[in-house]
Every structure is written in C-alpha cells, then in structure tokens.
C-alpha cells in the first residue's frame, strides 16, 4: 500500500513494486489526507479495490480516517509506504495554527490511520513492513515551521511503533530524502530553469540533486521481507546535507 500525492517519489517507488509482480492502484481516498493508492500483489486487485473505494464513497464514506479503515478492511495490506507530503513554505510570523493543522492530518493522522487500518492483517500474517517517508528537512530549514515539525513528528511514530509492533514481525522505519530535483515539490521552491540550481547543487557535499529513484531504491530495502531485523530506523537519502547544511 502506497499513499501518496501524485507524484514523482511515489511514481518511482510504485514502479519498484511493479518490477516485483505488485500493481500500483490509485484510489481516491479523502481531501483531508490527499490523495492516496494501493500497491497490491494480484493485477486482478485492481478491479476489486476501485470497486470497493467507490462503493464505500457511494454509501456516504467522507474524507479521512473512517474511508481508510472501511477499505482497509475489504483490501487489507501488509506492507505501507507513507508517502505524502506538502510544505507551506513561510516564516515564523505568518505560520498558522491552520497550517501547523493541516499537516500534522497530512503526514502524521494519515499515517496513524493506514497502519491503524491493516494492523489486523499484519498481526495475522505475523509480517508487516510499515515505510514513512519524512525528510532531510527535520533537521532544520528556514521557513519550514509546519513542515520541519509534522515530519519530524514521523521519527517518533516509527521508533515507538517499531517498539510496539516488534513481536509481531513488523518493521517501522523512516526515509529522510533531501533535495530531491525531478519532483513538483522541489521545482516549487527552486524551478529547473533557475541560477539556484547550480549554486544549491554545489551545497550539496555529493555535488548533485537527489533524484526520484534513490528515494525508491531506500524504501524498497526497508520493504524488503529480507529486512527483518531493522526497525526503528531514519535512513537520509540527502547526499551528505544531513551532516552539512544547505540553504535554498
């Protein structure tokens, strides 16, 4: 199960599930936590869980954590990527609480929900692999106070899952991507075509833009079934910037 904003990350992460016989779905879950899809095992799923999710819309199933549960329990998942986010970029002084709001439901509601929602799979499978995907930006950035905060917040939902969930055979760790080019979120603070670009790059102690794929290829090593004894980890995919810093 991969939730997600449409995008360039959860493109590629998708097409790693492809390249191991999973099907991406897009489903069109709630406003209030974007947009989101399941990766499934069997193509024939697909059919199915669109199916279900508009039934569920049908009978009156609004935004949020009841229509995540109800599809949950119809196409249950034991492995989830988290991966959604947005930024609201702005200083200290126009923050709002809205804000602050909007993106804690976004990156940590959202989150509690999915793994809320396909627990009982993966208590029954006694197998889980739960993937957050925060950001190199935990470590501070300015005029990211909504968004340092919400995903930061992540680190500490996945080393107290990890904590709760070990017996179980369920692992809970975190990718912390840093600049990531080829993406809309990033091209919305620095466009392709700005003089930012080369002067952010050589920021960067790896001399170049993180892209797509190397977010990708992180989630699938903690999604691994293989990778059963890592738990409780913050894996950053920045090119050095977490132990640097940068300013865009």
């Not at 279900?52 to 949950?72: C, D, E, K, M, S």
């Not at 989830?80 to 986010?85: D, L, M, S």
């Not at 190397?214 to 738990?231: G, H, N, W």
Request: proline share 6%.
């Amino acid at each position: 199960m991969i939730p997600a904003t449409p995008g360039e990350i959860f493109e590629a992460a998708a097409g790693k599930y492809a390249e191991r016989e999973f099907l991406h779905v897009p489903v069109e879950a709630c406003r209030g936590y974007s947009a989101h899809a399941l990766s499934l095992r069997y193509a024939e799923a697909r059919t199915r869980v669109e199916a279900i999710a508009a039934r569920l819309r049908t009978a009156g199933y609004g935004p949020g954590h009841r229509i995540v549960v109800a599809l949950a329990a119809e196409a249950p998942a034991t492995t989830i990527v988290h991966c959604a986010g947005a930024i609201r970029e702005k200083p200290i002084d126009e923050t709002s609480i809205a804000d602050l709001a909007a993106l804690a439901n976004l990156h940590l509601a959202a989150a509690l929900s999915l793994v809320q929602g396909n627990l009982p799979a993966m208590k029954q499978a006694h197998f889980g692999r739960i993937v957050l995907i925060s950001s190199r930006e935990v470590l501070g950035l300015a005029k990211r106070t909504a968004y340092s905060s919400t995903k930061a917040g992540m680190l500490g939902l996945a080393r107290t899952w990890a904590l709760e969930l070990a017996p179980y055979g369920v692992t809970v760790n975190v990718v912390a991507p840093g600049p990531i080019a080829e993406t809309e979120m990033f091209e919305e603070i620095i466009p392709p075509d700005s003089s930012k670009m080369s002067a952010a790059a050589r920021q960067i102690p790896a001399g170049r833009f993180g892209t797509p794929a190397d977010v990708a290829r992180a989630v699938m090593f903690f999604a691994d079934p293989k990778a059963s004894f890592i738990t409780g980890q913050t894996l950053f995919v920045c090119g050095g910037t977490s132990i640097g810093s940068i300013v865009f």
